[in-house]
């Protein structure tokens, strides 16, 4: 199999509803962009949640790390690449390529993915997946921005509080991954936004919360724009961190 039939390639536009005040793509919905891509590409290669659940298993994601030079303009055409770099037992490498309207790569962005089962929500083993043909994707396509860091946070006085209400849960009955980025760049006050943006975006899930759960997002300024986030549920569990970058405009 080529290098190019390993990677899927999809268009988007930057539709009016999808940007913020100032125009750009919003995080949360490239983060969307993104899983969605991860999925258009699993299934058209027998891997897919669709196929999954028949066995109940399904994907979910562990983390993401995204890194940009720019976002896509309100009505501008966009397309996102995405290949498979590495598949090991219990968990899978994706990554991927946001390419502007000229053709021209303006961010990447890196996932690592685990299979679990639906019934036992631990996870499955990757290479029995239809007898190993997963690897048969890999792809050794560049990515040139760092792996997820590790996460550390300090504070112990939340930034925010809040209850996980409807539009937070998705069909899993759990909180969606991407509320949990919208929530995350709530805590910066709009000013933020209007000096900087972000450089990079980083999440590590660890946990899943649900309808009703109360979540506390804890805060460390490490200076030079560099922020990083802790979220519990019920004043106890984590289930994710995070690590956010901003730069000047």
Same mark, same amino acid.
């Not at 290098?3 to 750009?24: C, L, M, Q, S």
């Not at 969307?32 to 897919?48: E, I, K, Q, T, Y």
């Not at 933020?192 to 450089?199: C, G, P, V, W």
């Given at each position: 199999?080529?290098?190019?039939?390993?990677?899927?390639?999809?268009?988007?536009?930057?539709?009016?509803?999808?940007?913020?005040?100032?125009?750009?793509?919003?995080?949360?919905?490239?983060?969307?962009?993104?899983?969605?891509?991860?999925?258009?590409?699993?299934?058209?290669?027998?891997?897919?949640?669709?196929?999954?659940?028949?066995?109940?298993?399904?994907?979910?994601?562990?983390?993401?790390?995204?890194?940009?030079?720019?976002?896509?303009?309100?009505?501008?055409?966009?397309?996102?690449?995405?290949?498979?770099?590495?598949?090991?037992?219990?968990?899978?490498?994706?990554?991927?390529?946001?390419?502007?309207?000229?053709?021209?790569?303006?961010?990447?962005?890196?996932?690592?993915?685990?299979?679990?089962?639906?019934?036992?929500?631990?996870?499955?083993?990757?290479?029995?997946?239809?007898?190993?043909?997963?690897?048969?994707?890999?792809?050794?396509?560049?990515? $040139? +921005? %760092?792996?997820?860091?590790?996460?550390?946070?300090?504070?112990? /006085?939340? =930034?925010?509080?809040? #209850?996980?209400? @409807?539009?937070?849960?998705?069909?899993?009955?759990?909180?969606?991954?991407?509320?949990?980025?919208?929530?995350?760049?709530?805590?910066? $006050? +709009? %000013?933020?936004?209007?000096?900087?943006?972000?450089?990079?975006? /980083?999440? =590590?899930?660890?946990? #899943?919360?649900? @309808?009703?759960?109360?979540?506390?997002?804890?805060?460390?300024?490490?200076?030079?724009?560099?922020?990083?986030?802790?979220?519990?549920?019920?004043?106890?569990?984590?289930?994710?961190?995070?690590?956010?970058?901003?730069?000047?405009?």
């Amino acid at each position: 199999m080529s290098e190019n039939n390993k990677i899927g390639t999809y268009k988007f536009v930057a539709e009016p509803f999808h940007v913020d005040f100032t125009g750009r793509l919003t995080m949360g919905v490239l983060g969307n962009h993104l899983l969605n891509c991860a999925g258009f590409h699993a299934s058209d290669r027998g891997f897919g949640i669709a196929t999954l659940n028949e066995d109940n298993y399904t994907w979910v994601l562990s983390r993401l790390a995204i890194e940009l030079d720019e976002m896509p303009y309100q009505y501008e055409d966009f397309s996102v690449q995405t290949w498979v770099e590495n598949v090991y037992r219990l968990f899978t490498d994706r990554n991927f390529a946001v390419i502007n309207k000229e053709g021209k790569k303006i961010g990447y962005a890196r996932s690592v993915w685990a299979m679990i089962s639906m019934n036992t929500r631990k996870p499955a083993d990757l290479l029995a997946l239809h007898g190993g043909s997963i690897v048969d994707y890999v792809c050794d396509e560049p990515c $040139p +921005i %760092e792996k997820p860091s590790r996460i550390k946070v300090s504070s112990r /006085e939340p =930034a925010a509080i809040l #209850e996980a209400k @409807y539009s937070d849960i998705d069909i899993n009955g759990h909180v969606n991954s991407i509320r949990y980025i919208e929530h995350i760049l709530d805590l910066f $006050p +709009i %000013e933020m936004y209007k000096e900087r943006r972000i450089r990079r975006f /980083e999440m =590590a899930y660890v946990a #899943e919360s649900y @309808y009703g759960d109360e979540l506390a997002f804890y805060m460390d300024d490490i200076g030079d724009g560099v922020y990083d986030v802790e979220v519990k549920k019920n004043a106890a569990e984590v289930v994710c961190r995070s690590k956010v970058i901003f730069t000047e405009k």
